[in-house]
């Protein structure tokens, strides 16, 4: 448990924000595969299990249809459930209870019955987990109406928008990267919350703008000090919240600079960078001075070899090449 | 598909250039990276290299004048077709001297004069453009089909629509003179930048500080090393001497070498001096570099090199660029002393005019002495008065008493 204004890593900071309502409100709880003596699959909630007791830090059947099911009846019934999903790529077992039920209840019953449950999951590549244990879903609930999608990049921004959704009454999906665990940031005593739907801005800079999500902003911010030395300024937006999107923000940045990269480590094609390309030239098209650039996973499952899975997966190295194609230079991969 | 050769842009600040010959024929094979035609720009001449390999299938523009990014000519495979509108596209012959000379309804003579002879559209062709550089032209009224594009595949992005808006549009081939009537001499590519560079310059608040140094003691050295002079070595001059005596100086007051950014002053270590020097073609400012580090001999052989290559056009492009200082000399006709507009990024210009005997006061009494009168134009926005004071004095310093310059 963190001292007074210490350095928290990202799984620290998710524990953190989870204790913090588990200490103040009765009505939070946790429920996951392995949680409890095991801490969860990446020992997020190491420990939990001693100051909350096994009525609130609750193992789960292996089953994540009824684990979600379950969240989405207490949820319905006043409490504030944490689910964990032990990796998004299982999202696809709860399916059913996450689009027909905990998306919708809320509008069919005319407001009489809300859903203020946060599904929390993580996953993503980069230690060859092949193609069924490391793929980044966030994509797929964007397009639900009634599912929020949070993403956070950072130990504060898990932090804060970990609290946001606990409080938040509708369902929130919240991803982690697997790869982002161990990043360590100063953060205060004082949890701030972060509200739902406010873009941040990670990186200023003068002649592109790259909408990142996930590690990819931290691999857009290594491109930018790469492109820095070539003297292209680069701007990174990190969006944070998926839906709803801070569009606002990215249209300032895009109308800022003229020209944008979008990139995530889910698969390029269809995904959501697509959604952010068609908001860029629909909303600021007569700022645009370049075609807005698509960095993403190749098209394909998530390849087991080391080799196939680093070439299928975008890192600095493909934000760097979509930076300088859109400012019209060529780099030497062309 | 045949690739498309498009016209390049070289240098910082280039619009446009002028074929002024292929190397190879059409049909002739040609390998990427060979030289495919020479180039006039506003600078120098010189040879571009094919950007790919092939049969040299369509030259557009045989010669002339054409903006940076039209397509001059078109690269493929043996037989394949180029896009119809290629064929029909030519180059605007620059002005007919001699033409008969029919009078112009005014209206038609300015419409002519918006479209000038590198605004050649391939007819039926769209415009390739970003959105934001359409934009940027719908709000000046600039027609896309004279802006040359830089971009991917030739696309016009908003740089060139910024470039295209600060330049006059070059004058159509109007017809020459009725005897005794009023001759419009459109601009050339150098007049065009001449023009444009130096407006720009205008704008900064510029001050002038002018001081006057004995040249005794320089006339005297110059004598003695020439004298000395091993045979076939290059004759030391007064530039030179003037040149050694502003890089030392600028070595002293660092905040003179410099150039202005808008938002920052970019100090320079190396003394990169430009040499304002007088061609056929109009003024071109070709740059000695590093100055502080090269000797007076250096100087004087390296100084003659350069400025034979500009006047003979042959300068690389990127030895007319980048300087970080400039120097600008009258006295070859006889004027005493002239105020120079400043050659911008760079902050401070020297201008001199010719060595003129002067009565001076000294010592109660009054002497001959050769005198040389030194006017500093500096950029108030980077530099003040005191500092330029100073380093004008330095100058002067040096001349009075070359020896220091050991």
Not at chain 1, 186 to 211: F, H, M, S
Not at chain 1, 259 to 287: I, N, S
Not at chain 1, 302 to 315: N, W
Not at chain 2, 233 to 243: E, H, K, V
């Amino acid at each position: 448990m963190p001292e007074n204004g210490t350095r928290l890593s990202y799984r620290e900071a998710v524990r953190d924000a989870m204790s913090r309502a588990m200490r103040a409100d009765p009505d939070v709880f946790i429920m996951g595969q392995d949680i409890a003596e095991h801490g969860g699959s990446q020992k997020v909630t190491l420990d939990m299990l001693e100051e909350f007791g096994p009525e609130r830090v609750r193992n789960a059947p292996i089953s994540e249809m009824a684990l979600t099911g379950a969240g989405i009846g207490a949820a319905m019934l006043g409490m504030r459930p944490i689910v964990e999903i032990m990796y998004e790529d299982f999202f696809t077992l709860a399916m059913e209870q996450l689009v027909n039920h905990a998306a919708k209840e809320r509008y069919m019953s005319g407001g009489q019955l809300k859903v203020p449950l946060t599904l929390r999951t993580q996953g993503g590549a980069g230690w060859s987990s092949a193609a069924q244990h490391g793929q980044q879903t966030e994509g797929w609930f964007v397009g639900v109406p009634g599912l929020k999608v949070v993403y956070p990049s950072t130990p504060r921004d898990a932090r804060g928008l970990l609290w946001s959704s606990i409080y938040d009454d509708n369902c929130v999906l919240f991803f982690e990267h697997v790869q982002l665990y161990n990043l360590r940031e100063q953060l205060p005593e004082e949890l701030e919350p972060i509200p739902l739907g406010k873009a941040r801005v990670a990186r200023e800079g003068e002649d592109v703008t790259v909408v990142a999500i996930g590690p990819l902003v931290h691999e857009a911010l290594a491109a930018a000090d790469q492109a820095g030395s070539d003297g292209i300024s680069v701007e990174v937006v990190d969006p944070r919240t998926l839906q709803p999107l801070d569009e606002e923000a990215i249209l300032a940045s895009v109308r800022k600079t003229n020209r944008c990269v979008v990139a995530h480590e889910a698969v390029r094609k269809m995904g959501f960078g697509a959604e952010l390309a068609a908001l860029v030239q629909e909303q600021a098209f007569d700022w645009l001075d370049a075609p807005v650039e698509r960095v993403g996973a190749a098209f394909t499952p998530l390849p087991f070899a080391p080799v196939l899975e680093r070439a299928a997966v975008p890192r600095r190295e493909e934000v760097y090449a979509a930076i300088m194609h859109s400012v019209g230079r060529r780099t030497d991969g062309e | 598909m045949a690739s498309e050769v498009k016209l390049p842009r070289l240098g910082q600040g280039m619009e446009s250039g002028v074929v002024v010959r292929w190397l190879k024929q059409e049909g002739e094979r040609v390998a990427a990276g060979e030289p495919l035609y020479e180039l006039d720009t506003d600078k120098v001449t010189q040879e571009v290299e094919s950007p790919s390999s092939g049969v040299l299938l369509k030259i557009v523009v045989a010669e002339g004048e054409a903006t940076v990014g039209t397509t001059i000519a078109y690269v493929g495979e043996e037989g394949e077709q180029v896009p119809e509108a290629a064929s029909a596209t030519a180059t605007a012959p620059s002005v007919e001297a001699g033409a008969p000379a029919p009078e112009p309804e005014p209206e038609r003579a300015s419409s002519v004069v918006e479209k000038g002879p590198e605004t050649v559209p391939v007819a039926g062709e769209r415009v390739k453009a970003s959105p934001l550089a359409r934009r940027l032209a719908r709000e000046r009224g600039l027609a896309l089909e004279g802006v040359g594009g830089s971009g991917p595949e030739g696309r016009i992005v908003a740089e060139d629509v910024e470039h295209a808006s600060t330049r006059r549009p070059a004058p159509s081939a109007v017809p020459a003179p009725a005897p005794g009537g009023i001759e419009r001499v459109p601009l050339t590519s150098v007049r065009r930048t001449i023009a444009r560079r130096l407006t720009e310059a205008w704008q900064a608040p510029a001050f002038q500080l002018t001081a006057s140094a004995d040249m005794s003691e320089v006339l005297r050295l110059r004598e003695r090393l020439r004298e000395r002079a091993p045979e076939g070595s290059g004759r030391i001059s007064i530039a030179d001497f003037l040149t050694k005596a502003c890089a030392l100086a600028l070595v002293r007051y660092p905040g003179v070498n410099a150039l202005w950014l808008g938002d920052a002053v970019e100090l320079h270590g190396s003394v990169d001096i430009g040499i304002a020097t007088t061609t056929e073609r109009g003024l071109i400012v070709p740059v000695l570099r590093s100055c502080e580090r090269r000797t007076l001999a250096e100087l004087a052989s390296a100084r003659a090199e350069l400025v034979s290559r500009t006047l003979a056009g042959t300068a690389a492009l990127d030895e007319l660029e980048g300087g970080t200082f400039t120097i600008t000399n009258l006295g070859t006709f006889a004027v005493e002393q002239f105020v120079a507009v400043l050659n911008p990024p760079q902050i401070a210009i020297l201008a001199t005019g010719a060595i003129v005997e002067r009565p001076v006061a000294r010592a109660g009494g009054v002497e001959i002495a050769p005198l040389l009168t030194l006017t500093l134009t500096c950029d108030h926005r980077a530099v003040d008065g005191s500092v330029a004071a100073e380093f004008l004095g330095a100058v002067r310093g040096f001349l009075e008493e070359p020896g220091l310059m050991l």
